[in-house]
């Protein structure tokens, strides 16, 4: 169906399907930090688990039935190209919020574990491209070590967020993370998830439909997957995370910010887990091409410097934001420009 449409119709379904994407995560950034509050999971934990995951769930779609049609470097690409976007849009978070720094003012250490956690989990899918293709009814050793790795990393993550052994100093420009009305906690939390529950459905028919149309654009216009993948589907499917990282940190939710986007991270790792399963051929990861990998190790790089930028907790720098957010900035400039060009 979506093959017979006529470009500017094909245009028009696409930029709907994101839109319905983008209307519903702005309500789904409020009702987790309800449901953090009533809860008592905390924004950190909140952000990186219900909101990242929500929020994840329109791009496991768009890599998984790429994946299903045979397209591995659309599946791969879609993937490792929205860690990338996504942790680019901390950055201009960065520079919404003018009193300090944002890495700063959002100091919490389950966010700083969750940034080594994905780091951890990037190089599992790395060091599969170079091992011996080896698949166990077609699906990669790899990708069941990722999806413990991504279990045992939450629970650890949740221990952290719950019992932290250290704490980090709190300055002037500190937000804490605590609710915003203290009859919050003592409310029931049931209304909230259900219609949570609700829009995450909507976003994951939202981004069937991005992933048909994204397949078109690869097919009419003789665009490459790579491409198409990491700077078009990606970056719509990730359009979430920056309206609720930046509506988050509108409504003084540092944490739940920066929880989000590094905990929709971890979770966008599994794209390649679920990816693995849909592709019949093999392993999907010795189908990927060096422009895969090359979005996989730009994620990698800008999520060291942002766990840098979280470690150094610079309070004011270049333009008022953090020397990290200008390296992030600067990083996935070149990248795009590259990818572009290549």
């Known amino acids: 169906m979506i093959a017979s449409l006529s470009t500017p119709l094909l245009l028009g379904v696409f930029a709907i399907a994101g839109l319905i994407v983008v209307i519903s995560s702005i309500k789904a950034t409020g009702l987790a930090d309800v449901i953090a509050d009533r809860t008592r999971m905390g924004e950190a934990l909140a952000g990186g688990i219900v909101l990242g995951a929500a929020t994840s769930l329109s791009g496991i779609v768009v890599s998984v039935s790429v994946a299903a049609q045979g397209d591995a ?142 397949q078109e654009f690869v097919t009419r216009f003789s665009l490459s997957s790579s491409l198409v993948g990491a700077l078009l589907t990606a970056v719509v499917t990730s359009l979430p995370e920056l309206v609720t990282t930046l509506t988050a940190v509108r409504r003084g939710a540092l944490q739940l910010a920066i929880g989000g986007i590094i905990g929709g991270n971890t979770f966008d790792t599994l794209f390649l887990v679920f990816s693995d399963g849909a592709y019949r051929d093999g392993s999907l990861y010795h189908a990927v091409s060096m422009s895969d990998l090359y979005w996989l190790a730009t994620g990698l790089m800008m999520t060291g410097v942002l766990l840098g930028g979280l470690i150094l907790r610079q309070k004011d720098g270049p333009a008022r934001i953090g020397i990290e957010s200008l390296l992030l900035v600067a990083i996935y400039a070149s990248a795009v420009v590259l990818q572009v060009l290549a």
């Open 73 to 214: 470097s659309f599946a791969f690409s879609n993937a490792v190209g929205g860690i990338a976007a996504q942790t680019f849009f901390l950055a201009l978070a960065d520079m919404l919020h003018r009193r300090a720094n944002l890495e700063h003012s959002a100091a919490e250490p389950a966010n700083l574990f969750q940034a080594v956690m994905l780091i951890v989990l990037l190089s599992i899918p790395l060091a599969a491209t170079a091992a011996p293709d080896f698949a166990i009814w077609g699906i990669s050793p790899a990708s069941v070590v990722l999806f413990l790795a991504y279990l045992g990393g939450t629970k650890l993550a949740t221990q952290v967020s719950e019992t932290p052994m250290w704490k980090p100093v709190e300055t002037r420009e500190t937000r804490r993370d605590e609710p915003e009305d203290e009859e919050e906690a003592n409310r029931s939390p049931r209304g909230p998830i259900i219609v949570f529950v609700g829009l995450v459905v909507i976003m994951g028919l939202s981004g069937w439909v991005i992933s048909q149309a994204g």
